[in-house]
């Protein structure tokens, strides 16, 4: 059965500090990972990764993809909060299309 | 900029009655998706479609059923509404194939009392 797990599913931070997070997957003929972030809305696209190694940058924004040990990161640096979301990854496998989807990363950042 | 429409924000109904929730996308998108979101269990697919009157199971089809007649709207229908299907309900949209990035709606917060 497919799987993506996300860490850690919430953390506090104050504005400035630096979030790293986590998405591991097991998931049957992975082609892509993808990161949203959710306000109190519709989940918008980030990054779309398909290649291992190569990072992905917008902004303050960066996430890479290690397909040898099936995880990828996250990060957000300088944070800001207008950063505080709900951040979903998610994995495209062997049905083109379909997306499995993580639980989720709640990200609080405090003034 | 691709638009995906949801019929209402927030809904609240009785036990038993039949609920229809509906989406439309405006950017000619052959796949839409119909997800349920809620706390700790991230979003979970119920139905998706790839063409007009086709349509497919996903990791929790049971209590729901789909109705896509044409390509840009695809309606979420539940039968006899129960309340533990009080969830916020997200629809979402892609192109066929060459991409996995799906366009979401707003989401639909519905409650069965």
């Known amino acids: 059965e497919d799987k993506v797990v996300q860490s850690p599913l919430s953390l506090v931070v104050h504005e400035g500090d630096t979030v790293t ?6 998931v ?19 990054f779309m990764l398909t290649s291992s190694g190569i990072e992905k940058k917008s902004g303050r924004l960066s996430s890479i993809l290690d397909k040898k040990e099936l995880f990828s990161i996250l990060n957000i640096t300088a944070t800001q909060t207008g950063d505080s979301a709900v951040y979903l990854c998610a994995v495209g496998g062997v049905s083109w299309g379909k997306l499995q989807f993580g639980a989720g990363t709640q990200v609080v950042v405090t003034p | ?21 509906e989406c439309v996308q405006d950017m000619d998108h052959e796949n839409m998706f119909w997800y349920r979101q809620d706390p700790g269990l991230g979003l979970r697919l ?26 840009e709207r695809f309606s979420l229908i539940l039968e006899s509404a129960s309340t533990n299907q009080t969830s916020m309900y997200l629809c979402a949209s892609s192109r066929l194939a060459g991409t996995y990035e799906q366009y979401f709606g707003p989401g639909t917060r519905l409650t069965v009392t």
């Open chain 1, 21 to 26: 997070l986590n998405c591991s997957y097991e």
């Open chain 2, 1 to 21: 900029d691709v638009k995906v429409t949801q019929s209402s924000r927030y809904l609240v109904k009785r036990t038993g009655e039949k609920v229809f929730l």
């Open chain 1, 28 to 46: 049957t003929n992975f082609r892509s990972l993808l990161w949203y972030k959710q306000e109190k809305k519709a989940p918008t696209f980030l």
């Open chain 2, 46 to 71: 119920i139905y998706f479609s790839y063409d007009v009157k086709m349509k497919e199971k996903g990791d929790i089809p049971e209590g729901y059923s789909v109705s896509r007649e044409k390509k």
